[in-house]
C-alpha cells in the first residue's frame, strides 16, 4: 500500500503561485511514477501532471504547460506540483496520484490517490 497525503492548497489571486506537495509513505516511494490531476465543480477529473520515478519524463496537459511544474525529492518520498500564473479556471481539488508505470498514472488509473486539496484561484 502507498498512503498519498497531498498539502499546500489555498486561495490565491490570479496571476499568484502556489506549491502543492505530496507526502508518500508505505512502499517505496521510488518505484512510482506519481501524477496530478484535478476536479473542478460539476466537471470530471482532468489530468494535470506526472513524471516518472526518477524525473526523466514529464508529461503536462496542455491547460498547464509553462504554468505548472511537476517535480520530487524521492529522500522526502514527495512530489510538488508548482503552479504559476494561476487562472480562475485552475480552481479545483488537486489530487496525488501513484502507480508502477507512468502510463497507468497518465490515464488515471493509479491503483493510489489522495484526498485531495482545494486551490480557489480568485479573478
Known amino acids: 500500500q502507498v498512503q498519498l497525503v497531498e498539502s499546500g492548497g489555498g486561495l490565491v489571486q490570479a496571476g499568484g503561485s502556489l506549491r502543492l506537495s505530496c507526502a508518500a509513505s508505505?512502499?517505496?516511494?521510488?518505484?512510482?511514477?506519481m501524477g496530478w490531476f484535478r476536479r473542478a465543480p460539476g466537471k470530471e477529473r482532468e489530468f494535470v501532471a506526472a513524471?516518472?520515478?526518477?524525473?526523466?519524463?514529464?508529461n503536462y496537459a496542455d491547460s498547464v504547460k509553462g504554468r505548472f511544474s511537476i517535480s520530487r525529492d524521492n529522500a522526502k518520498n514527495t512530489v510538488y506540483l508548482q503552479m504559476n500564473s494561476l487562472k480562475p479556471e485552475d480552481t479545483a481539488v488537486y489530487y496525488c496520484?501513484?502507480?508502477?508505470?507512468?502510463?497507468?498514472?497518465?490515464?488515471?488509473?493509479?491503483?493510489?490517490w489522495g484526498l485531495g486539496t482545494q486551490v480557489t484561484v480568485s479573478s
Open positions: 508505505g512502499r517505496t516511494f521510488t518505484n512510482y511514477a
Open positions: 496520484a501513484a502507480d508502477m508505470m507512468l502510463r497507468t498514472v497518465r490515464t488515471g488509473s493509479s491503483n493510489y
Open positions: 513524471m516518472t520515478w526518477s524525473g526523466g519524463i514529464t
